[in-house]
Structures are given as C-alpha cells and as structure tokens.
C-alpha cells in the first residue's frame, strides 16, 4: 500500500517518499544502495549495458579510469540485482543500449519484477554518443519516441533520464510524454555550479510526467528549492560520496514538512516569478495588472475563465468561506507560509488546519491545469 503521509504512486509503482538515489555507472548496485539509501523512497540502479555495443564501449571507458558496470549476462545480472534490495524500496534500472531489442527485452524482466525501466537518453560519454546510446537520443527525437513506444509496448513503467540544456528541454519533454513515457529524470545541468531551477519550473508547466530532478543536491535547501519549482521527486547521485547520512536526513526533512503543511512540493507564489502553474491556486482575483495574467495566459484560458474554474472548485469545499478575507473566499488566499491574519483568522473560526487548507491547494492547483487544459488543449509556450 501506498505511504499514507505521501501517496504516491505511478502505474504499479508507489513511493514512501519522494527521495530517490540516482544511478551512477560502476557505483549504485544493489550493495550500494543497500548501504546507503535504505530509506529513499526511489533506488535507481545502474546504469546497466546491455548489449554488444554499450559493452565494448563501456570497456573503453573504463581503460580510460571510468567506472562501469560490465557483465557477460546482463539480464541475468539485472533481475538478480533487483531482488537484492532489502529494505522495501521501489527500485528502477537504468539501461543504456544501441539497439531497441534489449531494452525490450530488459523491460519484460524489470516489469516481472515490480520494478520501473529508467531509459539513458542522459550519458554524454563519447564512446557511447559515438554508438547512438545514452545522449545520442535526445538529438534523434523519432528514434527516441519511438523505443519509448516499444517500451511501453510491455506493460513496464518507463522513465526517461535526460540531460537539460542540451537540445530545447521543453519541446523534449512533450515529445517524451507523447510517446508514452511515464516519468521524466531531469539532470538540470547548466553551465556553472548548480541546478536549473527555471528549466524545472518551465519543465513542470509543460507536463503532467511524474517528473524526478537531479543535480546538486547535497542539502534540504537545494531540495527544497527543486520541490517549489515543480518537482514530485528529487536524487542524490555524488552528494552521498561525500555525505553518507544525506538521503536519511532528507527524507527526515521533507517528511517533517509533508506532516506540518501537507503538500511538500508546494510552488512559490507566481507573482515572484519563481513558482510553476501549480502556483495559480494562491492567485488573487485577477483584477490588477500582476504576473497571474501571463501565467493564465500559458494555460490559453481568459482572466475570467480563470476566476470561474476557481470559483467552480470552491464550491462545496472549506475554501467557499472566507467573507473576511480580501476577495471573499479562501480560494483567493496565499501560501500558508506566507502570513496573513485575515485568512488566519478564518481557519480558526472554521477549524481548518494548515495541513488541510494546504492539501485543498494543491488539489485546486491540480484542478486548473486540468480544467484549462480541456478548455485550450494545454499549456501554451510563451
């Protein structure tokens, strides 16, 4: 069953929280992650060659002081390590391959096995680009959809781990989702030390893909950083080298978070600029020239529509009340986070918590996108 304190869940899969370990070649087998990441709620294994080609290039790759992982079987190898996982951990497997036939055929196991396949459209190694594997991917967009295709053929939940900032990242996702993918991981690289946090926020208002990021993650802060931007899950790949208790103390923060608020991964106010389309459910009545607009905007629906699809999802619900407040409803007010006396005041006299005002947000949040989404057919560029 799900964890009651997170619940989430994608196809066969749950998660009892949104930390994961992140594959690095020659590094996290089943031993590694065993070690240490025994209470993420994600442990991705590999990345894991499977075929010819990825073999002989991986060969180079550690002649050259890389660490990879090579075997004789690797199918075999894989399931093995799936099993091996001893602290209930959902577990993907990263594969990389130059042709389509492994990577169905490792599907099959991996999903026999309760597990997710994690695609590696993410390795920039030369000897594997040089195959058409790992990064290669993302500059052959047909090809790319079209494994994720044969992939989803099986029944396996897919993951797609990419490189951000290498080709353009928003037309990548939709192409990734379109074919079928059911989570994205996003390295958001870019140039300099740290993440992307406004290639996440642009990422997450242009899919609803379960969407895992990764980059520098080596405290709460980052973290917490990457859940306001959008993302559902984060990981920790070379943070752990250096930090060994890194994936219990995160999973300790942002589980305290989830119990005092109730939605972890809260955006910031767009009025900010910082916070993704989720953040239209703190919006005001839009009556002022304000940044709501433009993000309204990026959904293809009117100020009006806007205020109706609002209105439509208070009705019945905690967030109808509020006369004392600004615009009369609660479902005009602002992050709990944020303080105001007014709105307050009104969830003492109602009774209301944080946690469940917080958790009727985000469902609000939830029911725009959606809404706006059958209005316009989705989120517009621009």
Sequence with gaps: MPDELFDLKVGYTYFKNPIALAPMGGMTDSKFANQYAAEAGLVILGGYNLDSLTQKAAS??????????????????????????????????NVRSATIEPLVEAAAIIKDNGAIIELDAHCRQQEMIDIG????????????????RRIKDTGAVLSVKIR???????????????????????????????????LIKEIRDSTRMFLICNNSVT???????????????????????????LISRLVADISATQKDIGWYNAPKH????????????????????????????KL????????????????????????????????????????????DGVLETLGLSDTEYMRLKKELGDYIIEQASKSSHGPKNG
């Design 219 to 245: 405290d709460a802060d980052t973290a917490k950083e990457m859940f306001a931007r959008g993302a559902d899950m984060v990981s920790v790949a070379r943070g752990i080298l250096d930090d060994s208790g």
């Design 270 to 297: 767009v009025c900010r600029g910082e916070g993704d389309l989720r953040g239209l459910a703190f919006c005001c009545l839009p009556v002022k020239s304000c940044p709501v607009h433009s993000n309204i905007k």
């Design 300 to 343: 293809g629906i009117t100020a009006q529509q806007f205020a109706d699809i609002k209105m439509d999802f208070a009705k019945g619900t905690m967030l109808e009340y509020g006369d004392s407040t600004c615009f009369g409803s609660l479902v005009w007010c602002c992050k709990i986070s944020k303080p105001c006396f007014l709105r």
């Design 60 to 93: 180079q790759m550690v002649a050259r002081g890389r660490e990879e992982f090579i075997s004789e079987n690797p199918m075999t190898l894989i399931e093995k390590e799936i099993r091996s996982i001893k602290n209930g951990n959902t577990v993907a497997v």
């Design 164 to 198: 951000g900032n290498v080709v353009e990242s928003t037309a990548l996702a939709r192409a990734i989702e379109s074919a079928g993918a059911d989570i994205l991981h996003l390295d958001a690289m870019k140039e300099g030390a740290g993440a992307d946090l406004n």
């Design 133 to 148: 594997a790992g990064q290669a991917l993302v500059y052959d967009i047909p090809r790319l959809t079209e494994w994720i």
